[in-house]
T-cell receptor, first 115, second 113 residues
Framework: DTAVSQTPKYLVTQMGNDKSIKCEQN?????MYWYKQDSKKFLKIMFSYNNKELIINETVPNRFSPKSPDKAHLNLHINSLELGDSAVYFC??????????????FGPGTRLTVT | GEDVEQSLFLSVREGDSSVINCTYTDSSSTYLYWYKQEPGAGLQLLTY?????DMKQDQRLTVLLNKKDKHLSLRIADTQTGDSAIYFC?????????????FGAGTQVVVTP
């Protein structure tokens, strides 16, 4: 009964390919996030959705397209993969945000390696 | 995070106390968090502190906040081998109600027997 799950856990692909990473949460949260963690462990937010609507969209190449079919799922599609896309991608979710404290629950991560 | 800075590495002997430091630049931060990342896993919230507090204690964890210097620290008492992990400091802003967190680069803590 994993709270936030991601598939696949590992993804190795060649430059130029298109790939998707899936995320699902069974916590009943309204908000979901995608983070990218680079080789130096630096973690940066990419996108956030609240009830299937995009609410945070950081400076990310438009080759990255998130999709939220329902509030329990947030998928990340990446077109024309580049070497610099190699990283660990984390999905997270939280309850309705606001000015009160909110805990983000992270998935186990997807390690993407572009060759 | 260019706005949140941490030292990159800390080595501590089992049973000793660990102190992990963090500095942030945004004075409008509402909450400050400490997350823990074990090898091959996602981040897990350890503790948090509201910006109008100076200290928070939670079992072996003590968080100290110096608002004047914008300095946050996490003290782990009686450090155990299971505490070996990367610890991330993070802040959320009053102006952002959508949960956007700014993370530090993480501090790798290695606990030696």
């Amino acid at each position: 009964d994993t709270a936030v799950s991601q598939t696949p856990k590992y993804l190795v692909t060649q430059m130029g390919n298109d790939k998707s990473i899936k995320c699902e949460q069974n916590l009943g949260h309204d908000t979901m996030y995608w983070y990218k963690q680079d080789s130096k462990k630096f973690l940066k937010i990419m996108f956030s959705y609240n009830n299937k609507e995009l609410i945070i969209n950081e400076t990310v190449p438009n080759r990255f397209s998130p999709k939220s079919p329902d509030k329990a799922h947030l998928n990340l599609h990446i077109n024309s993969l580049e070497l610099g896309d190699s990283a660990v991608y984390f999905c997270a979710s939280s309850q309705v945000p606001g000015t009160s404290v909110h805990e983000q629950y992270f998935g186990p991560g997807t390690r993407l390696t572009v060759t | 995070g260019e706005d949140v800075e941490q030292s990159l590495f800390l080595s501590v002997r089992e049973g000793d106390s660990s102190v992990i430091n963090c500095t942030y630049t945004d004075s409008s931060s509402t909450y400050l968090y400490w997350y823990k990342q074990e090898p091959g896993a996602g981040l897990q919230l350890l503790t948090y502190i509201f910006s109008n507090m100076d200290m928070k204690q939670d079992q072996r964890l003590t968080v100290l906040l110096n608002k004047k210097d914008k300095h946050l620290s996490l003290r782990i008492a009686d450090t155990q081998t299971g505490d070996s992990a990367i610890y991330f400091c993070a802040e959320s802003m009053t102006t952002d109600s959508w949960g956007k967190l700014q993370f530090g680069a993480g501090t790798q803590v290695v606990v030696t027997p």
